[in-house]
């Protein structure tokens, strides 16, 4: 099956520029795109106009006019559009889930720095099972210029991240852009050797080296996939998101694993999420571990 892309907005300049970023991944993808407006009837004492029928309205005008915009610069994009009643966490999760991708706004803390992450774009990333794409206010297709690389997060064995470097060689693919592959180490405590893993380690000639092979184990299968798409490997001591952050400057997107953490107080976004989505000057895509 095929999958649209999927934005969602609500009429605000960064839902705008997600939706603009959308449309132009949906055009380098050759696929469709799926406008998503979620509505739900808030009462308004003061204006007794403003009743359900009214409000329904304002939320189709604000699709009509994204759709015109976007027709208006990609004719040949197929696009459609939906008005969800509903909460809008679960209605974006429920587009995500038919999505190649869902792409979201979200307000910068400045022209260098991050994102301002809301509730409602915390917990679609924690509930969502297809990758979710951040993009601020402002964002420009100058950002996606040559020479600007698609920058991803490895850790773990091949498999915790098959689902991010694919996402990540995939884009790569679509706009003719290197990968930038990185996965940081850190020194563990001693009591975290055991006799198995000194084994491996002495087997590759230490820490960094060891690195350095389980990133090239985790990148071959998708060499050998997309053997186009150039590639940079990036091993560096740290931690994982202080080394991206190190290399965001360079990136036009910037591509991260999670696993979602719950606790007491609620669903969590992993810490190396969390950082990069605060901290970095690109758009970020969330990809949910298999």
Known sequence: ????????????????????????????????????HAWRYQPYEAIEAAGPDVQAEWAREVLASAEGAVTERHPELEVSTDVVEGGSVDALVAAAADAEMLVLGSRGHGRVVGFLLGSVGQQVIVEATRPVVLVRAGDEP?????????????????????????????TAAARGATVRAVRAWTLPPVFAYSPGSLKLLDEAGGLEPYEK????????PWRDRFPDVPVVEHVEMGSAGQVLLSVASGAQLMVVGRRAHRTAVGARIGSVAHGVLHHAGCPVAVVPHA
């Open 142 to 170: 100058s950002g996606e210029a040559a020479g600007r690389e698609i920058v991803v997060g490895q850790q773990g064995d091949p498999e915790d991240s098959a689902g991010t470097l694919r996402f990540a060689f995939e």
């Open 1 to 36: 099956m095929t999958r649209p892309i999927t934005a969602g907005i609500d009429g605000t300049e960064e839902s705008l520029a997600a939706l603009a970023w959308a449309a132009r991944e949906a055009v380098r993808r050759g696929l469709a795109l799926r406008v998503v």
């Open 213 to 220: 092979k389980a990133l090239a184990a985790a990148l071959q």
